[in-house]
């Protein structure tokens, strides 16, 4: 096991419940093998931390480990995100949280690349290009994988900073939104989002306090 954990690839994986974590586990020591491997990149876990807990408690197990490029760490954080979407049983907000984290990350990726292009990259580009197709957006592309509107996506960005934001300033506020505890509107959600941070715990004391409905995410805004 020649790679490592970093806590930002673990600590943003969605935990699994105690009867999701007791299921998985069953499933690998019925069949006496972890089946999905663990996939590493740059000697870094970044799919397969909970299997890689059960196999740290049942070293008899057998697994293999797949070694995956990403041009940079936010494109692993990308795929990471992605993987996540496709478990079954999400509810709403985790997967909206998951949508928003996706497009953070994949356009993080994408800019970090660009940034060493410059401007003869640029110009050449530009000369080129001529009557090529007009290449789909990052959110257009999401919005098509999770049969949504663009918009939804983009709403689901800022969903996701303002959870952030507020997990940054109160420690398990996240799970409380995931959890759907804290039902925030969509006023409430951008009113987190470019908060100052010693503004947060008064607006997360309003939006508690609040009896508004939690805000609906609409699946044909475009």
């Known amino acids: ?40 990149w740059n000697g870094i876990l970044i799919d397969g931390h909970n299997r890689f807990e059960i196999i740290q408690n049942h070293p008899e197990l057998k ?29 709403p907000e985790l997967r909206r949280y998951l949508i928003g984290k996706q497009y953070s990350a994949e356009k993080a990726s994408h ?14 580009v530009s000369s080129q290009v001529g009557n090529l197709p007009k290449q789909e957006k990052t959110c257009e592309r999401i919005a098509k994988e999770n049969n949504i509107g663009k918009n939804t996506v983009i709403r689901a960005e800022t969903y996701s900073k303002a959870i952030d934001a507020a997990e940054d300033v109160l420690p398990g506020t996240k799970n409380r939104f995931l959890s759907d505890q804290i039902k925030p509107t969509e006023k409430d959600i ?33």
């Open 1 to 40: 096991m020649n790679f490592k954990i970093d806590p930002e690839f673990k600590e943003n994986i969605p935990p699994l419940t105690e009867d999701e974590k007791a299921q998985l586990e069953a499933v690998i020591l019925a069949d006496g093998v972890v089946i999905n491997p663990l996939i590493v």
């Open 63 to 91: 697994y293999t480990v797949f070694e995956k490029n990403f041009p940079d760490r936010f494109a692993a954080l990308a795929y990471m995100y992605k993987s996540q979407l496709g478990r079954r049983n999400l509810t």
């Open 111 to 124: 800019g970090a690349r660009d940034a060493f292009r410059g401007n003869q990259y640029e110009k050449m």
């Open 190 to 222: 951008a009113a987190l989002a470019r908060a100052a941070p010693e503004e947060i715990p008064a607006l997360l004391e309003e939006i508690e306090n609040s009896k508004q409905p939690a805000a609906q995410d609409s699946r044909d805004c475009d």
